[in-house]
């Protein structure tokens, strides 16, 4: 495996994002989002202003889930078959590089311009409220700044997933859309609808570990399970024990969310 080659197509992609804008613009949209919660997020009860980084970083989450994984399915979605169908991957696979290396430093490329804008779009935010944060609080705010960039990236690993098994570009966006529907909002109904159905006497022992196959699931127990009031909330404490909610447990099953996807896209486009 050569790493400068891993490198130099990783660094295409990024300053292609770069050149274009994208980066800029989902930056801009993260900052714009952010403070609009920060300050406006207690609207609703009657208060105006922060609150707090406990209701901020719970109200983020909610955004966040939403907002990253389908703009990392928009993002990587075409990463292979969008080759494909320009006529551009013969071309790149006759040059003295393996499949391995161009899949890789393309899912890099593309990670390294999401998780730019995401960190300069939340970190703006940091900078903004640093005045009023203290420094635990600001270490839970970036704790929660590197558990949305690896949501990013895990979503992005099942949308180069997408791209290598997808015919066209046309079939590929329809399952990255797919994918979103089915993570982010079909999921956890089906779970509910089946614990509400048996009246909770199947299926409650292992529903946390169900929660588990669901990296948009795992990104809120991360940030969520940490916060007490918050916890009780979302009635955390009841269904999900505190044994599987160490944020070290937590992060290598995001780092497998992320792992698996592409190792697949990778025996795949070895075929």
């Avoid at 696979?93 to 393309?106: A, C, D, N, V």
């Avoid at 999900?240 to 944020?247: Q, T, V």
Wanted: proline residues 3%; without cysteine.
């Amino acid at each position: 495996m050569e790493f400068a080659q891993i490198g130099t197509i990783a660094g295409k992609e990024f300053w292609d994002r770069i050149r274009n804008r994208w980066v800029l613009a989902v930056a801009l949209v993260f900052t714009v989002f952010a403070l609009a919660i920060a300050y406006f997020g207690g609207a609703q009860q009657g208060t105006v202003g922060f609150r707090s980084i406990e209701f901020t970083i719970a109200s983020l989450v909610s955004l966040v889930i939403y907002l990253i994984p389908l703009i990392a399915l928009i993002l990587g979605f075409d990463a292979i078959v969008g080759e494909r169908e320009r006529g551009s991957l013969d071309l790149l696979l006759s040059m003295p590089i393996t499949r391995f290396e161009l899949l890789l430093g393309k899912y890099l490329g593309l990670a390294a311009a999401l998780a730019f804008s995401t960190v300069a779009g939340f970190g703006l935010v940091a900078v903004v409220l640093s005045t009023k944060l203290g420094l635990a609080e600001l270490l839970h705010y970036f704790g929660f700044m590197i558990s949305s960039v690896l949501l990013g990236m895990a979503f992005l690993s099942l949308a180069v997933m997408v791209s290598v098994f997808a015919a066209d570009r046309t079939r590929a966006s329809g399952m990255a859309i797919a994918l979103w529907f089915f993570f982010v909002l079909v999921f956890d109904l089906l779970l509910l609808g089946a614990l509400v159905v048996t009246g909770g006497s199947y299926g409650g022992e292992i529903f946390p570990y169900l929660l588990l196959a669901n990296p948009a699931d795992v990104f809120r127990i991360l940030n969520i399970f940490a916060l007490d009031d918050v916890r009780t909330l979302y009635g955390l404490s009841t269904v999900f024990p505190r044994a599987l909610a160490e944020p070290w447990l937590l992060s290598l099953v995001m780092l497998a969310w992320i792992a698996a996807p592409l190792g697949i896209a990778t025996w795949r486009f070895r075929q």
